[in-house]
């Protein structure tokens, strides 16, 4: 039996070296600083989040002065009260300006343990009016910004993500920071999850977060802001609950009313004239917004991100004279954009500019962008293939000076065009040259693009890239190789099946110094590019000799500090080599000589990052290969044995590896193992015994394999099981208990395996199951009396298994009463809807595909299980499945 581990606090020195970082910075050389600093420390009890807060404090204070009355009066008022860390915690409150004040308590609205969007909290907080702008040259949302870095560096927050742009930054408040922000907060914030909650909150509270169906329980007519959490889909609400709020809310500034499936925003909107951030993101049915939306001239952002049947935008948009943010990211169904939509010069986000077609909706040209320069983020101009006059209008949209931009999407056509969309007869008119971008760009994506298949000039001077991603279909034999983009660090090339070569020069050409070759690159994805042979127009490398494998020293050209690399559907004989990946490596239906010519490297030599190991690859963490030609069991159990770090192994259809013929044993870190279409396997290797951290095992269309014993009862560790189209795999082993070792397993999922006519008696012995998934077994008839052992199963899912359907129907069933103890669960854990309270799901395949988010959600599912396949776009997928 463990012994239980008694948690204590820092120890002095841990406690002094956290107090010094935060407090002292370049005041650590003064003796008073220090020895005051000391004697407060002294009180904190070694307790991380107090050190860390009052040191927040302190850093602020520049004078001895200032520190010694902190310590004198403020703090050992605290100190004499041992224990009371949430009185200590209010002294960094207490010491803070008014106006982070009001931003803190705001905070209280979030959940605990709720991952904070801080783009979004700083826009809600600029809706209230607490960002004051008292410098013109910086815009609010900076302001703002500045506000949640003073808060954070005085400890308020936590889990801050590190990213080149804030944008997508996210954080966290420690319970206790919670506790502070609702004990500030008072009565004018509140979570309104219950009715007793929704009946005490009284009149004062001018901020709440709500179960959106507690919304008509909830009576202050003085409310501000309304949220809604939790953040679940829900399918109930109706038009009555919009009545309730406009009529009874009337000073609302910040409303949110995401993902809950509105079909009609009402004309009675436009009541709410103090509203400035409106979110109705997620509501996939809305069609068009009224008209008198335009009305509420306070309005700064609007966010319809996600509404998926959303056609139009109100054509007097530039009516919201004040509308900052303009957010419809995977608004898939826009046709066009208002004209007049240039006119919102105060517009700082504008997520997508859908260009009109064939000029039926009478939509804005390009021409409106042009003096919209205050925008940021991401911009994604869409249907360009069918704009007119397009060298004038291309350049009309003067995206150059565009400075603030980070993200700049450019499509061709949209999704639905098979033909690829636009006028041919015009295609030359079109040129990525007439579209530059500033200089200032951090992500060009670039899609579709069937014009004049060249590159553009200014390309070269976007030295600020960190992301690049092309996709297809397009007409690009070939494309710059990026090699001297000093900063770019991800590049994706996908479904450009006319390409043929990256690069003019031979491997030994003019690249220039090897640290000029992609010296930021971390990530590289080369995806279904079937006429790409060579990186390089002309190799030195004889690609008609499969053994011209040898190496010689630093000679040949390789990747200084790329992480993770891709290459799916591209026969790739020669290609700069990566010997540094330390992250993942993906060989999908590609050639197998650049793999065993970076395995015969030696990398002290060439990539002095790496240089504490001489073996190549020997950092990895994941290694997924399928359809690999030429890659054999020798090899491959060879390169296995330098892969000691790996964590994650994936084997698919490599028809010259055997198995049961590899040992195994290197691979001591092994947590995931994946093993996909290998018909000539017909038992588990004996050899897996030895992947004592394996916690996940997969095998998906092994026809050949016969049964999971006797290796599985090795396998104590594993926490999740998961088998597909095992045609004649047997799952009963009458006589065999072994499963008594299998406490640990808390998934098990079956799919399409014709033998399986009962689920066997050991699975009495998986007491821990939580998620058990019965998909397609036909010749299942009924579930065993032994499922109401497993006390501790949280889902059920039963799809395509008919006699079974019948079977479990709530209450009536011949079965229900084995699974009646399965707890109930929502339909958007695991992406269906339900209409029953348990935890069982009974739907059929058919069934599914006519809702369009549950289809979304499942396929993502199957991709993700099956990760050879590769799907560039799964709402076009998606489209096609409705």
């Given at each position: 039996?463990?012994?239980?581990?008694?948690?204590?606090?820092?120890?002095?020195?841990?406690?002094?070296?956290?107090?010094?970082?935060?407090?002292?910075?370049?005041?650590?050389?003064?003796?008073?600083?220090?020895?005051?600093?000391?004697?407060?420390?002294?009180?904190?009890?070694?307790?991380?989040?107090?050190?860390?807060?009052?040191?927040?404090?302190?850093?602020?204070?520049?004078?001895?002065?200032?520190?010694?009355?902190?310590?004198?009066?403020?703090?050992?008022?605290?100190?004499?009260?041992?224990?009371?860390?949430?009185?200590?915690?209010?002294?960094?409150?207490?010491?803070?300006?008014?106006?982070?004040?009001?931003?803190?308590?705001?905070?209280?609205?979030?959940?605990?343990?709720?991952?904070?969007?801080?783009?979004?909290?700083?826009?809600?907080?600029?809706?209230?009016?607490?960002?004051?702008?008292?410098?013109?040259?910086?815009?609010?949302?900076?302001?703002?910004?500045?506000?949640?870095?003073?808060?954070?560096?005085?400890?308020?927050?936590?889990?801050?993500?590190?990213?080149?742009?804030?944008?997508?930054?996210?954080?966290?408040?420690?319970?206790?920071?919670?506790?502070?922000?609702?004990?500030?907060?008072?009565?004018?914030?509140?979570?309104?999850?219950?009715?007793?909650?929704?009946?005490?909150?009284?009149?004062?509270?001018?901020?709440?977060?709500?179960?959106?169906?507690?919304?008509?329980?909830?009576?202050?007519?003085?409310?501000?802001?309304?949220?809604?959490?939790?953040?679940?889909?829900?399918?109930?609400?109706?038009d009555e609950i919009w009545d309730f709020i406009i009529s009874n809310y009337r000073c609302l500034r910040v409303l949110e009313l995401n993902g809950l499936d509105f079909k009609m925003i009402p004309r009675s909107i436009c009541k709410l004239k103090h509203l400035r951030y409106l979110d109705l993101s997620g509501n996939f049915n809305i069609k068009s917004l009224p008209k008198s939306i335009c009305k509420i001239?306070?309005?700064?952002?609007?966010?319809?991100?996600?509404?998926?049947?959303?056609?139009?935008?109100?054509?007097?948009?530039?009516?919201?004279?004040?509308?900052?943010?303009?957010?419809?990211?995977?608004?898939?169904?826009?046709?066009?954009?208002?004209?007049?939509?240039?006119?919102?010069?105060?517009?700082?986000?504008?997520?997508?500019?859908?260009?009109?077609?064939?000029?039926?909706?009478?939509?804005?040209?390009?021409?409106?962008?042009?003096?919209?320069?205050?925008?940021?983020?991401?911009?994604?101009?869409?249907?360009?293939?069918?704009?007119?006059?397009?060298?004038?209008?291309?350049?009309?949209?003067?995206?150059?000076?565009?400075?603030?931009?980070?993200?700049?999407?450019?499509?061709?056509?949209?999704?639905?065009?098979?033909?690829?969309?636009?006028?041919?007869?015009?295609?030359?008119?079109?040129?990525?040259?007439?579209?530059?971008?500033?200089?200032?760009?951090?992500?060009?994506?670039?899609?579709?693009?069937?014009?004049?298949?060249?590159?553009?000039?200014?390309?070269?001077?976007?030295?600020?890239?960190?992301?690049?991603?092309?996709?297809?279909?397009?007409?690009?034999?070939?494309?710059?190789?990026?090699?001297?983009?000093?900063?770019?660090?991800?590049?994706?090339?996908?479904?450009?099946?006319?390409?043929?070569?990256?690069?003019?020069?031979?491997?030994?050409?003019?690249?220039?110094?090897?640290?000029?070759?992609?010296?930021?690159?971390?990530?590289?994805?080369?995806?279904?590019?079937?006429?790409?042979?060579?990186?390089?127009?002309?190799?030195?490398?004889?690609?008609?000799?499969?053994?011209?494998?040898?190496?010689?020293?630093?000679?040949?050209?390789?990747?200084?500090?790329?992480?993770?690399?891709?290459?799916?559907?591209?026969?790739?004989?020669?290609?700069?080599?990566?010997?540094?990946?330390?992250?993942?490596?993906?060989?999908?239906?590609?050639?197998?000589?650049?793999?065993?010519?970076?395995?015969?490297?030696?990398?002290?030599?060439?990539?002095?990052?790496?240089?504490?190991?001489?073996?190549?690859?020997?950092?990895?963490?994941?290694?997924?290969?399928?359809?690999?030609?030429?890659?054999?069991?020798?090899?491959?159990?060879?390169?296995?044995?330098?892969?000691?770090?790996?964590?994650?192994?994936?084997?698919?259809?490599?028809?010259?590896?055997?198995?049961?013929?590899?040992?195994?044993?290197?691979?001591?870190?092994?947590?995931?193992?994946?093993?996909?279409?290998?018909?000539?396997?017909?038992?588990?290797?004996?050899?897996?015994?030895?992947?004592?951290?394996?916690?996940?095992?997969?095998?998906?269309?092994?026809?050949?394999?016969?049964?999971?014993?006797?290796?599985?009862?090795?396998?104590?560790?594993?926490?999740?099981?998961?088998?597909?189209?095992?045609?004649?795999?047997?799952?009963?082993?009458?006589?065999?208990?072994?499963?008594?070792?299998?406490?640990?397993?808390?998934?098990?999922?079956?799919?399409?395996?014709?033998?399986?006519?009962?689920?066997?008696?050991?699975?009495?012995?998986?007491t821990n199951l939580q998620i058990l998934s019965l998909v397609d077994l036909p010749n299942l008839t009924s579930l065993p009396d032994d499922m109401r052992c497993l006390t501790n199963l949280q889902q059920l899912n039963i799809h395509e298994v008919p006699q079974l359907e019948e079977r479990c129907q709530k209450d009536i069933g011949a079965d229900w009463y084995k699974i009646a103890h399965i707890p109930s669960d929502s339909w958007s854990r695991v992406g269906e809807s339900l209409n029953t309270q348990c935890g069982c799901h009974v739907k059929s395949w058919k069934d599914l595909a006519s809702e369009y988010l549950v289809v979304r959600?499942?396929?993502?599912?199957?991709?993700?299980?099956?990760?050879?396949?590769?799907?560039?776009?799964?709402?076009?997928?998606?489209?096609?499945?409705?």
């Open positions: 039996k463990c012994q239980p581990y008694v948690l204590k606090g820092l120890s002095d020195d841990d406690a002094w070296s956290l107090f010094k970082e935060i407090a002292l910075e370049q005041r650590s050389i003064n003796p008073t600083f220090v020895k005051i600093g000391k004697q407060i420390l002294e009180r904190c009890g070694g307790v991380p989040l107090v050190i860390r807060t009052i040191a927040g404090v302190l850093s602020f204070k520049e004078t001895e002065k200032e520190w010694r009355s902190f310590k004198d009066n403020e703090f050992t008022r605290i100190a004499q009260n041992e224990g009371k860390i949430l009185a200590t915690l209010k002294l960094s409150y207490d010491h803070l300006p008014s106006h982070l004040k009001h931003c803190f308590a705001y905070c209280r609205l979030y959940p605990k343990d709720h991952e904070i969007h801080v783009r979004t909290l700083v826009q809600f907080w600029i809706a209230q009016g607490f960002v004051k702008q008292l410098n013109p040259s910086q815009s609010l949302e900076e302001i703002g910004f500045v506000y949640f870095k003073d808060l954070n560096e005085r400890g308020f927050f936590q889990e801050v993500g590190e990213r080149y742009s804030w944008e997508g930054l996210t954080c966290k408040m420690h319970d206790l920071m919670h506790d502070l922000a609702e004990s500030v907060a008072g009565t004018e914030s509140s979570i309104v999850d219950s009715n007793e909650v929704a009946s005490k909150v009284g009149e004062k509270c001018r901020h709440i977060s709500i179960d959106p169906s507690l919304i008509v329980l909830f009576k202050g007519k003085k409310l501000r802001t309304m949220l809604h959490f939790p953040n679940e889909r829900n399918q109930n609400m109706n001239q306070n309005l700064q952002a609007l966010k319809l991100n996600l509404c998926w049947e959303l056609e139009e935008l109100p054509k007097k948009i530039e009516k919201l004279v004040n509308l900052t943010h303009l957010g419809c990211e995977d608004c898939s169904g826009l046709t066009h954009m208002p004209r007049g939509i240039g006119k919102l010069t105060s517009l700082e986000t504008l997520s997508k500019f859908v260009v009109d077609k064939d000029g039926s909706h009478d939509g804005a040209d390009l021409s409106e962008l042009s003096g919209l320069n205050n925008l940021g983020g991401r911009l994604e101009i869409t249907n360009l293939g069918f704009v007119k006059n397009a060298k004038e209008k291309f350049k009309a949209a003067n995206l150059k000076e565009k400075q603030h931009l980070r993200l700049l999407v450019l499509v061709w056509n949209d999704y639905g065009d098979d033909d690829g969309g636009g006028n041919d007869d015009d295609d030359d008119d079109k040129s990525l040259e007439d579209l530059r971008p500033h200089p200032n760009l951090k992500e060009l994506f670039i899609g579709g693009w069937r014009s004049d298949a060249k590159f553009p000039s200014w390309l070269s001077l976007l030295t600020n890239l960190v992301v690049i991603r092309i996709w297809g279909p397009s007409n690009f034999k070939q494309i710059p190789s990026f090699a001297q983009l000093s900063c770019l660090q991800k590049l994706s090339i996908v479904d450009l099946t006319l390409l043929e070569y990256m690069d003019d020069n031979s491997p030994k050409g003019s690249q220039g110094e090897p640290e000029s070759f992609f010296p930021s690159l971390k990530s590289l994805c080369l995806e279904n590019c079937p006429n790409m042979k060579s990186w390089w127009r002309k190799s030195s490398i004889d690609d008609d000799n499969e053994d011209d494998t040898t190496v010689i020293g630093t000679s040949t050209m390789a990747f200084p500090c790329l992480s993770s690399l891709e290459i799916v559907n591209c026969p790739l004989t020669s290609m700069p080599l990566y010997p540094s990946l330390d992250d993942d490596l993906r060989l999908v239906k590609t050639s197998s000589r650049p793999l065993k010519q970076t395995m015969k490297m030696n990398i002290t030599s060439t990539t002095p990052s790496s240089s504490t190991s001489s073996l190549p690859l020997s950092k990895l963490k994941s290694f997924h290969v399928h359809k690999i030609e030429g890659l054999d069991t020798h090899m491959l159990d060879e390169y296995l044995k330098h892969f000691t770090g790996l964590k994650k192994l994936t084997i698919g259809d490599c028809k010259e590896v055997d198995l049961e013929g590899m040992q195994w044993e290197a691979l001591k870190n092994l947590s995931r193992l994946e093993i996909i279409n290998i018909p000539q396997l017909v038992s588990l290797p004996l050899w897996l015994q030895h992947l004592v951290q394996l916690k996940r095992l997969e095998i998906w269309n092994c026809s050949g394999l016969r049964s999971l014993f006797p290796v599985f009862q090795h396998l104590t560790f594993l926490d999740a099981l998961f088998v597909s189209k095992c045609k004649e795999l047997e799952l009963s082993a009458a006589g065999l208990q072994i499963f008594q070792d299998q406490t640990r397993l808390r998934t098990l999922a079956l799919e399409n395996i014709p033998k399986c006519r009962h689920l066997p008696e050991w699975i009495q012995h998986l959600m499942r396929l993502m599912l199957y991709v993700w299980e099956w990760e050879f396949v590769t799907i560039t776009d799964y709402d076009a997928l998606c489209l096609a499945l409705c």
